[in-house]
């Protein structure tokens, strides 16, 4: 895959200082766009795919080195790091000097790499979602922006879909967010979370097992319940093509009620980028 890169001509750098710099990282590629909160549109896109001899940390560093647009100052900068990493702490439970603790005692360690750790507040689940970032990728972050808000991906996915359902209380959903090795699944039904999971998966049918399974565990009509996807899926995938034969009602998000888009995004697939997108609704 090439390069992705869209600007409006509205865009103005003299007038960064009133935009919203959202930047994304992931095992699969680095992301950032630009939102002006004034229109509520979305006026520049960004992407920039890792082939197989690239890593996240080496492509943020010379991005942020080259690319002139990330040298701008920004109103607010949000950076989402992608991770299976995470677990979510009731508001009742969670005590902010215990994030290590959460993360350490939910998951082993497999690697010595120093770690910061963070939390999001999830206002529509009345809970924090606790995870860890590479100190490194870190450190690079806050030598070119200052009061940075991090977030990893269930804190956008968890809040857009719970505001998404809200008014819709006499039926289940489910939302799938779709990565290369992992998928998130949530269950909500109006502005309540039945269920958040991530599960590692090898092949479509891995995905497809662990996909029923939870439709099993909660009595979930596969006839009648709504599925919306996001992440890396379009209608022409296999995983698409499995979930639609087994469940009825599968769509793919590729819409925002929330923030509108510039006419460059019509042909951006915004279904890949949703997280990155509704970060704003995190704040």
Do not use: W
Not at 88 to 101: G, T
Not at 150 to 176: G, K, M, W
Not at 261 to 275: A, D, E, G, R, T
């Amino acid at each position: 895959m090439s390069i992705q890169s869209v600007m409006d001509s509205n865009f103005d750098k003299n007038i960064t200082t009133s935009y919203f710099l959202s930047i994304q990282l992931t095992l699969d590629g680095f992301s950032f766009c630009v939102l002006d909160p004034i229109s509520n549109e979305y006026i520049q896109f960004y992407h920039h795919p890792l082939s197989f001899n690239e890593n996240i940390y080496d492509t943020l560093k010379k991005e942020l080195t080259n690319n002139k647009l990330l040298g701008y100052p920004y109103q607010k900068v949000f950076v989402m790091y992608q991770t299976s990493v995470n677990t979510l702490i009731p508001s009742a439970l969670f005590e902010k000097e215990k994030e290590q603790e959460f993360i350490d005692f939910c998951f082993r360690k497999d690697v010595n790499e120093p770690s910061s750790y963070f939390s999001n507040k999830i206002k529509m689940a009345d809970s924090y979602c606790v995870y860890s970032m590479p100190q490194k990728t870190v450190s690079l972050l806050e030598e070119y922006y200052k009061n940075i808000y991090y977030f990893c991906q269930t804190t956008p996915f968890v809040e857009a879909a719970l505001l998404y359902t809200a008014n819709d209380s006499l039926r289940q959903h489910v939302h799938i967010d779709i990565n290369r090795f992992h998928f998130d699944i949530l269950v909500t039904s109006g502005n309540d979370l039945k269920l958040h999971n991530s599960f590692k998966y090898s092949d479509n049918k891995e995905f497809l097992y662990f996909a029923l399974y939870v439709f099993e565990q909660l009595k979930l009509n596969t006839h009648s319940t709504q599925v919306f996807l996001t992440g890396m899926v379009t209608k022409n995938d296999k995983i698409y093509t499995l979930l639609k034969k087994y469940i009825k009602q599968v769509e793919i998000s590729s819409e925002s009620k929330h923030f509108k888009f510039s006419p460059v995004f019509k042909n951006i697939p915004l279904q890949n980028h949703m997280n990155l997108i509704n970060i704003p609704l995190c704040v």
